[in-house]
């Protein structure tokens, strides 16, 4: 069994894949048997069958991991919509049976998996017929704890506030938290580091400045 962590956000295009692909990418160049796995994907482009621009191809290829892109995620569509609704539109149900059998699958591969959520921690993966399953549910089921990416800016601690309370209610381990688009020299941004710190008590494990190709990270990070 690998040692795992599950990427969430405090909302959607915080940059979870940018943040996924330089972790996988250094764990492997640390070398760490890291793989990757997406259970639910929106917003791609597929030809045949076949991913060919979505999260996954950017992880794949940022990473260097040899496997194709269609074996990272179990469900995907093409309109860039929250899961349960991209599903419900593609006349489809999501099975997390299935995707519990090919979480199952990648983590006997690898040493250490990183799996990424959908846009923040509450987002909807199933709501039919008086079911509410949202991304916490499934984090809970796959028995991971996460990291909370975050940017580095303006709103963030009461953005990662919310998130980490959440979680915690939810009886949610939470490993750390990595700030997005940080500005080292800016006052602001150090101050909400030090700031998330002390009112979560939970670490800043990383900043990401802007482009960044590497990321600083301790594989611990991963246990559970």
């Avoid at 499934?138 to 975050?150: F, M, R, S």
């Avoid at 998130?163 to 800016?186: C, H, Q, R, S, V």
């Avoid at 009112?199 to 611990?220: F, P, R, S």
């Amino acid at each position: 069994m690998a040692k795992k962590i599950f990427i969430t956000a405090t909302g959607t295009d915080i940059g979870k894949t940018y943040v996924s692909a330089l972790i996988v990418k250094k764990m492997n160049e640390s070398g760490y048997n890291c793989g990757y796995y997406k259970p639910v994907l929106s917003g791609v482009e597929e030809l045949n069958g076949k991913l060919i621009k979505s999260d996954c191809n950017y992880v794949v290829k940022k990473s260097g991991i040899g496997v194709s892109p269609d074996e990272c995620v179990s469900y995907w569509w093409k309109e860039a919509v929250s899961p349960h609704l991209a599903s419900k539109r593609a006349g489809e149900i999501i099975d997390f049976k299935r995707i519990k059998n090919d979480f199952s699958k990648l983590d006997s591969m690898y040493d250490y998996l990183l799996v990424e959520g959908a846009g923040g921690i509450t987002c909807p993966l199933r709501l039919e017929n008086g079911e509410k399953y949202l991304l916490n549910d499934l984090i809970k089921d796959l028995n991971t704890p996460v990291l909370i990416v975050a940017d580095g800016g303006l709103g963030t601690i009461n953005s990662i506030l919310l998130t980490a309370e959440y979680a915690k209610n939810k009886g949610i381990k939470i490993n750390g938290i990595i700030l997005n688009n940080f500005e080292p020299d800016n006052f602001m941004h150090k101050d909400n580091l030090a700031q998330v710190e002390y009112l979560t008590g939970i670490k800043v494990v990383a900043t990401v400045e802007k482009n960044a190709e590497e990321i600083n990270l301790l594989e611990n990070l991963f246990e559970n």
